[in-house]
């Protein structure tokens, strides 16, 4: 059987399609204009990767901040829940999730059966956030996929004084003009942001093993900043990003066994 997940995302738009276990294709896309359109896209380009129709797909389970606005969706579940499915599928040891995305910032405690005991998140600030890294990237000038290298050439860790994304940013600029390296700066940019969701999932209490997801686990600099923090080594997949939209998926597909399918 043939299902979808869905997770439109506020920066970005994932896909998963499953045959049974095996991952047929997957799909990202950046949300640029409404939440819908990117579904309508994301669709068309998951259907053309897999080489499917859309009739072939047996269920899609829509998740994110945008799950509403998937009108092909049979149905939606929370993308907390989505994350601990997916996590649950490729390292069941996985106790506690840090989903760090582009607005919000989330982490979640499992059991054994990927359900979730507890859960916290912060959507209120972009300084705890993936926006954060973003922001401060903009004003240095280099694409967020650079970071990583970037803090890998750091020679020492700045302090950051600012918690503040908008006093940051003009911190940001001060350092560079006092002739502070990039690598620094950005190794103390990883630094704040990784303190900043420690205090959140601390709040909660965290057990081992740990899983980073969210595009910003993507960020090897931002990987070890939090491995430093937290005091251990975390889990990150390659699926990282993804790990919504295969929960959604593996959601579909055990909706649709128990027949549960709207
Ligand atoms: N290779 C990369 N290196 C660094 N950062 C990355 C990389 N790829 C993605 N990101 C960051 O990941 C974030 C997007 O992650 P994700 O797709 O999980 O967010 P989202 O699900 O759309 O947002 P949210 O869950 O907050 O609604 C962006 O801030 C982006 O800059
Ligand atoms: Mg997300």
Do not use: W
């Amino acid at each position: 059987m043939v299902v979808a997940g869905c997770d439109i995302g506020s920066t970005t738009a994932k896909a998963v399609i499953l045959d049974g276990d095996t991952i047929v294709t997957h799909a990202l896309l950046p949300v640029e204009g409404s939440p819908k359109d990117a579904a309508m896209q994301l669709l068309e380009v998951t259907l053309n990767n897999a080489g499917i129709l859309h009739r072939e797909i047996a269920a899609v389970c829509g998740t994110g901040y945008g799950q509403k606005n998937v009108p092909y969706a049979s149905f939606m579940e929370s993308e907390i829940v989505c994350h601990a499915r997916g996590i649950q599928f490729i390292d069941p040891d996985v106790r506690t999730i840090i989903d760090i995305g582009g607005q919000d910032a989330k982490v979640c405690r499992i059991d054994a059966y990927g359900n979730v005991q507890r859960y916290v998140y912060n959507d209120k600030c972009a300084s705890g956030t993936g926006r954060f890294l973003e922001i401060t990237a903009d004003v240095m000038e280099v694409p967020v996929t650079k970071l990583a290298t970037l803090d890998a050439s750091g020679v020492k860790e700045v302090t950051l004084s600012n918690q503040c994304v908008v006093f940051a940013e003009t911190e940001v600029i001060s350092l560079l003009n006092s002739g502070e390296d990039m690598g620094s700066i950005v190794k103390g940019l990883h630094r704040a942001l990784a303190s900043r969701v420690a205090s959140l999932a601390l709040s909660i209490g965290v057990e081992e093993k740990i899983a980073f997801t969210g595009g910003v686990a993507h960020n090897a600099g931002m990987v070890g900043a939090l491995e430093r923090v937290l005091k251990t080594k975390l889990v990150v997949h390659e699926y990282c990003q993804i790990m919504g939209a295969l929960g959604a998926a593996l959601i579909a597909k055990e909706r649709m066994k128990h027949g549960v399918a709207s």
